[in-house]
């Protein structure tokens, strides 16, 4: 153990966020003029999405969390500031609470309209933000085995992200509905498992090879061996509403690397599941977020949520102290306590049945904490 280096498991954060009008809180186009003013400042770390009413930001690559944790602020300050300074409000939730995809512009650039014309109102009506974690490896080999073991955690980890109780404008009755919205696309969900990197790599070349696909970027799992990245990509959170929820995710997301890396140089594996399994725990998270159960299939049992929580935080608790994250990881406590934010969304709108006081409420909690 005292051989072991964690150096290798820096943090990457991307964040997606909904741009809105004061006046009507509808989303709104910000026609490119957040990014163009934001890559004055911020150069490549702000860019388009498909859709005109989202920015996407992005992290340098980040030795710790409370590296990722000033740049996630910084980014979200200063986005924060632009659409000030241009008249819009700014905001961080899974889907918004009321707006309509049909009313939403499309950007215009060859990537999206070749999206928009291979999956046409699937793509269109994709209106939903993300936050995706990349957490470093020291090489492919290593990414693909750690990839293979961590989807067992993917829907404990969404469970606390769940944001997205709110579609067009109606309760879901879910804690993230963005899922719902996403699986419309091809090649999303949990993947496989992956004997090696070439079974991945020859995979991806089939499918570029038979015109499914022109390149791996097209293959959007929840989690995902980076195609041009020594990283893991965790994608399948929905975007918290808070900077400090963002950086409890990416501390769990990297510590279940570092643990799984730590087991892997004791020639011990953690257990491997079928993706089917592993899917009826997603559908779980996103339907009750962390008030339900999940199955613990080592014991082929149901398991109150929160508690197999709490043993995930038992099980990377060894690794933690060498991330430099406990403060981070102990975030994850104020979540359980707090409710995650789809659960704070509904406790405004069952105050005030009111979904404008929920847009306020996301705008309100955007720079909360920093």
Not at 20 to 29: A, G, M, N
Not at 217 to 224: G, Q, S, Y
Not at 278 to 288: G, H, T, V
Request: hydrophobic residues 40%; glycine residues 6%.
């Amino acid at each position: 153990m005292a051989n072991l280096s964690f150096k290798n498991f820096t943090v990457g954060v991307e964040e997606e966020y909904m741009v809105i009008d004061p006046v009507t809180r509808e989303l709104k186009s910000h026609e490119q003029k957040i990014v163009l003013e934001g890559q004055k400042m911020i150069k490549d770390k702000v860019k388009a999405e498909m859709h005109q009413a989202v920015v996407e930001v992005g992290t340098d690559i980040c030795q710790d969390v409370d590296e990722a944790f000033m740049d996630v602020s910084t980014l979200r300050k200063t986005i924060s500031g632009i659409g000030d300074s241009l008249g819009l409000k700014i905001g961080a939730s899974g889907t918004h609470p009321f707006s309509h995809w049909e009313s939403q512009l499309i950007t215009e650039h060859i990537r999206y309209n070749e999206i928009v014309n291979e999956l046409q109102e699937a793509a269109r009506s994709n209106l939903i933000f993300g936050l995706h974690v990349h957490v470093g490896m020291e090489n492919r080999e290593m990414a693909i085995h750690i990839a293979n073991s961590a989807r067992y955690f993917l829907p404990h980890v969404y469970a606390l992200s769940t944001n997205s109780p709110f579609w067009e404008g109606r309760q879901t009755g879910y804690k993230s509905f963005r899922t719902k919205v996403f699986d419309k696309f091809p090649r999303t969900g949990i993947p496989d498992y992956f004997e090696s990197i070439e079974a991945y790599e020859n995979y991806i070349k089939l499918l570029v090879k038979t015109n499914c696909i022109d390149n791996a970027k097209k293959i959007w799992w929840d989690l995902r061996v980076h195609p041009f990245f020594n990283t893991v990509e965790f994608r399948i959170c929905d975007i918290p509403l808070t900077v400090q929820e963002t950086i409890a995710i990416a501390a769990l997301f990297q510590a279940i690397c570092a643990k799984l890396y730590k087991l892997r140089s004791q020639n011990l594996n953690f257990m491997m599941y079928s993706r089917l399994l592993i899917n009826e725990n997603k559908w779980r998270a996103s339907r009750y977020g962390i008030d339900g159960s999940m199955i613990d299939f080592g014991k082929e049992s149901e398991v109150n949520t929160r508690v197999l929580i709490y043993e995930l935080l038992d099980f990377i608790d060894d690794v933690v102290p060498h991330l430099g994250s406990r403060h981070a990881i102990n975030y994850v406590h104020n979540m359980l306590e707090q409710g995650t934010g789809a659960d704070r969304q509904l406790k405004v709108f069952e105050k005030t049945n009111n979904l404008i006081d929920v847009v306020d409420y996301i705008h309100g909690s955007f720079l909360s904490g920093i």
